[in-house]
Structures are given as C-alpha cells and as structure tokens.
C-alpha cells in the first residue's frame, strides 16, 4: 500500500522564557494507506505533539512531513489551512462542536472552511452522514440536547463529511463511559475497514487494542513500533453494508 504519512527526523522545540522543550527528538515513520495506528505514551511522551504536527496544527522546528504527495513541512498558514480543510478529518475528546449549530449544520463546517456552498447537494451529505452514525432521528438537536456518544458520533460524520485521506483521533473516547467507548472504536474500525486510515492518540490500552498497529512514544522519541496481530474487529455483520453506504454517499465529489 502506499504511504499517506510520511514523516523523516521531526522535531519540535517550543521555547519558554529560557527554557527549551524537546518535544520531539528526530521522529521518523511511515504510516500506508489504510492502516489504524495508536499513539501511546505517557504525559510528556509526544505524542499529541506529534499528532498536532500530523495535523497541520503545528510546524516542526526541523525535519520532512509529506502528507500524501505534498511535503507540508514549511508551508505558510493560508497552504496548511487548505490542506487541513481537504485532506484530514479530526475527532476531539470534548468533541468540539459548534454550541449553537444542529447536527447537520456541525457536520457542514468543514465544507465551509474549503469554501463549498451550502446547497440541498451538501446538506443531503450531511443528513446521510449522521443517519450512517445513528443520528437519523437528531437532525435538528443542538449538542447539549445530545449525550457524549451521540456528540462524538456527529463529530465523527464531521470528519467524514470532506472525504478525508487520514482521520486523526485525539482520546475519542476519554470522556465517555466503556459502553459509549465500545460503541464508537466499533465504529471507527468500521471506517477503517472501508479504507480510512486513522492515527488516534490514547492512553489507555484496551482503546489501543483495537488498532492494528502501536506506537509507543517515550521523551519525544518512538520507544516501539508492532503490529497488533489479534486486533478487536467490529460486528461483521453491520460492516459490510457500512462501508458500502459510506463509499456510495463520499462518491460524488462536492465543489
């Protein structure tokens, strides 16, 4: 499979006053299309660090980071804003959604920042993605009229909403109970089966269970990289139709 992340001795250095913190130590990796990685570690370790570089949030202070086929490394503001808008999609532990929008209105906000109008075209996408993550009947509900599940599942149709190249996942499941927590890694293996790759950040090795693939970070360095070879998987029984509704509603471009 071909590489979709690709980063070569990464560092970043956040200044202080007049201390210097290394928060990453020449990280080098490779993550191929397709594949579900757990960043782990423990406080201080890099890892959200890491994951901020992923995601176009932060710059490093040295090193390579091509994101596809586009190296991201020095790029201005206005080109790593464009990049996130087209090419990644964000889960946040507190969800981050929008106080005063519904869910369709929450799932169209990366449609607005790559500058798409809001038409029947775009909001039919939108009702389509939150009826695929059980959010049929919540269309118009604000999101303190919804639990953290139902919140984080309107942000995972958000993240989908721009058919994203990789999902980035910052402690998806950190506020939610170990029901809630099941039902969304389920879901996210889901996307996964149906050829999303995700790179999610966890501290908790029952939700690293369900990656494929971990990567252990300790002082701003990787401490090990394995494969999982038993990973949790999803019902099989809803996979299959899951991922077929997903490639149907991304399958037509929106401009």
């Not at 991201?72 to 503001?77: A, I």
């Not at 942000?155 to 999902?167: F, G, H, S, T």
């Amino acid at each position: 499979m071909p590489a979709v992340v690709r980063v070569e001795k990464l560092t970043k250095h956040y200044f202080l006053e007049s201390v210097v913190v290394r928060a990453l130590r020449g990280v080098s990796l490779t993550v191929e299309k397709g594949e579900f990685v757990a960043l782990m570690g423990p406080s201080g370790s890099g890892k959200s660090t890491l994951l901020n570089v992923l995601g176009c949030l932060d710059r490093p202070t040295d090193g390579r980071y091509v994101l596809g086929n586009d190296d991201v490394s020095r790029m201005d503001d206005d080109h790593l804003s464009e990049i996130r808008s087209r090419y990644l999609g964000f889960i946040f532990q507190s969800y981050n959604l929008l106080p005063q929008y519904t869910v369709v209105e929450n799932i169209e906000v990366p449609l607005l920042y790559q500058g798409c109008r809001i038409n029947d075209k775009t909001t039919k996408r939108c009702i389509q993605l939150a009826q695929l993550v059980g959010l049929g009947d919540r269309l118009d509900h604000r999101p303190m009229q919804l639990s953290g599940g139902q919140q984080q599942r309107v942000a995972i149709a958000r993240a989908l909403v721009n058919d994203p190249q990789v999902i980035l996942a910052d402690e998806p499941t950190g506020n939610l109970d170990s029901k809630t927590s099941d039902e969304i890694m389920q879901m996210l293996i889901r996307l996964n089966d149906a050829g999303k790759t995700i790179i999610m950040v966890t501290h908790e090795n029952d939700i690293a269970a369900w990656a494929k693939r971990v990567i252990r970070m300790r002082d701003g360095m990787i401490e090990s990289d394995e494969l999982n070879e038993r990973p949790k998987v999803a019902q099989e029984s809803v996979t299959a139709a899951f991922s077929e509704n997903l490639h149907s509603l991304l399958s037509e471009a929106i401009q």
